[in-house]
T-cell receptor, first 113, second 111 residues
């Protein structure tokens, strides 16, 4: 098992463009989380999946953001009409359950110019 | 929501020194984790420790759930220990499933 994989590692996009990130969790983990981290801050929760069901969404997840986890395997996070304030590191994590440790991917660093 | 406070915010050590990082939280928790974020941004899970004490090499952690704090001990620090250490908690008996992170302690270990 190679851990949690995220792609791409870096993304530079022009304001107003759409971007999509991918996360491949550890295969045995049924829970998948998306977090966002800005400079000098801890990660902030965006959304959570148990298998293919999206069970929680943060108020940070505006209607420009959408996430999917088809078939309960990999997940995608799409940001439409990107804004400069969307520039951040987007982190994906997976776990075997609520009361287990999280394994994070290396993140996707988004820069909106 | 639950509040997580970490101290100190910054710490500079000479290689070989010991240190203690603290995490205070405002409510009962059923999940507490310590992470190390290296200079490249990778978050590494150090401990899952909602209560009790654990040790892993030069690192150990203790959580006193009844008093709502956790401590991370680093002994004989090395330059590779540099980075940001985060404490993250999940509120106990809540329908909210996710971890809430503190702002972290930035550690710099100099040779």
């Amino acid at each position: 098992d190679t851990g949690v994989s995220q792609d791409p590692r870096h993304k530079i996009t022009k304001r107003g463009q759409n971007v999509t990130f991918r996360c491949d969790p550890i295969s045995e983990h049924n829970r998948l989380y998306w977090y966002r981290q800005t400079l000098g801050q801890g990660p902030e929760f965006l959304t959570y999946f148990q298998n293919e069901a999206q069970l929680e969404k943060s108020r940070l997840l505006s209607d420009r953001f959408s996430a999917e986890r088809p078939k309960g395997s990999f997940s995608t996070l799409e940001i439409q009409r990107t804004e400069q304030g969307d520039s951040a590191m987007y982190l994906c994590a997976s776990s075997a359950g609520h009361n287990y440790g999280y394994t994070f991917g290396s993140g996707t660093r988004l820069t909106v110019v | 929501g639950i509040q997580v406070e970490q101290s100190p915010p910054d710490l500079i050590l000479q290689e070989g020194a010991n240190s203690t990082l603290r995490c205070n939280f405002s409510d009962s928790v059923n999940n507490l984790q310590w992470f190390h974020q290296n200079p490249w941004g990778q978050l590494i899970n150090l401990f899952y420790i909602p209560s009790g004490t654990k040790q892993n090499g030069r690192l150990s952690a203790t959580t006193v759930a009844t008093e709502r704090y956790s401590l991370l001990y680093i002994s004989s620090s090395q330059t590779t220990d540099s980075g940001v250490y985060f404490c993250a908690v999940r509120k106990g008996n809540s329908g909210y499933s996710t971890l809430t992170f503190g702002k972290g302690t930035m550690l710099l270990v100099s040779p």
